[in-house]
């Protein structure tokens, strides 16, 4: 059973940073694409980035491209997301999810608090 679970979330002031971490579990993940999203305050989840495990390909929103970066250790089963430069209207809960076909995400973590303070 594919388990994924965030961790890293916590409150940053408006400029700073934070790693969030997703470790994976239950199955080999070589021809999976990985992703986070986000739910803000009476907002839709919305896509933040995505990565493949075996080339390491990357996607982004446009609202993160250039602060936000996805990166994935295959060793470890875990994929990241760094953030920096972060604005207070990237407060959400994260999540993690994981897909093995395209346009779908059926596999969610529990999701991660990010606040940003002004």
């Known amino acids: 059973q594919v388990q994924l679970v965030e961790s890293g979330g916590g409150l940053v002031q408006a400029g700073g940073s934070l790693r969030l971490s997703c470790a994976a579990s239950g199955r080999t993940f070589n021809n999976w694409r990985m992703g986070w999203f986000r739910q803000g305050p009476g907002k839709e989840r919305e896509f933040v980035a995505s990565?493949?495990?075996?080339?390491?390909?990357?996607d982004y929103a446009d609202s993160v491209k250039g602060r936000f970066t996805i990166s994935r250790d295959n060793a470890k089963n875990t994929v990241y997301l760094q953030m920096t430069s972060l604005k207070p209207e990237d407060t959400a809960v994260y999540y993690c999810?994981?897909?093995?076909?395209?346009?779908?995400?059926?596999?969610w973590g529990q999701g991660t608090q990010v606040t940003v303070s002004s």
């Open positions: 990565i493949t495990w075996s080339a390491g390909s990357t």
């Open positions: 999810a994981g897909s093995g076909r395209v346009g779908v995400w059926p596999y």
